[in-house]
C-alpha cells in the first residue's frame, strides 16, 4: 500500500541519515539529532531517541527538543518533566502552533491536565464569574 511505501522510503532516509551523521566530520547541526530523534520516538527506539535528543539539547535551546523530552517524560509517566519541558517549549515560543506540538506531536497529549497554565493561555476561559 502507499502507507507502507512511505513507511519504507521514510525508514531509507532514516538509514542515510544515520550513516551520513556517522561519516560527517566537524560539527553536526542540532536539527538533525533532533530529526533521528523524532524518528526514533515515533519508531518506538527510544534509548537512541534519547541519546540523539541529549546531543541537540547540548548543542542549544529549541522548541522541538523540549516538545520531544516532554513526550519522552509522558512515555515514562513523569508528567511534571512533561509540564517542565512543554513549559521551557512555550517559552522559547509562545504561539498555538507551539502549543499545538505539544499536543498532538507523536501521539495526542492532555494538556489540560499536565499543564493548566499553558492549556489556559491558549483557551481562554468565555465565561467569567464575578
Request: proline share 3%.
Amino acid at each position: 500500500s502507499s502507507l507502507e511505501l512511505k513507511k519504507g522510503r521514510v525508514q531509507q532516509l532514516s538509514d542515510a541519515l544515520e550513516t551520513n551523521v556517522k561519516m560527517m566530520v566537524g560539527p553536526i547541526q542540532p536539527r538533525i539529532y533532533e530529526a533521528l530523534a523524532l524518528h526514533e520516538t515515533i519508531a518506538g527506539d527510544m534509548a537512541s531517541a534519547k541519546q540523539h535528543l541529549g546531543q541537540a539539547l547540548r548543542l542549544r535551546d529549541s522548541v522541538l527538543s523540549y516538545v520531544i523530552r516532554g513526550k519522552h517524560a509522558e512515555l515514562d509517566g513523569d508528567l511534571d518533566l512533561a509540564s517542565e519541558s512543554y513549559s521551557e517549549a512555550f517559552y522559547i515560543d509562545t504561539s498555538v502552533e507551539t502549543y499545538l506540538l505539544c499536543e498532538n506531536l507523536v501521539f495526542p497529549s492532555n494538556m489540560k491536565a499536565i499543564d493548566y497554565a499553558m492549556y489556559r493561555a491558549v483557551h481562554p476561559s468565555v465565561v467569567r464569574m464575578l
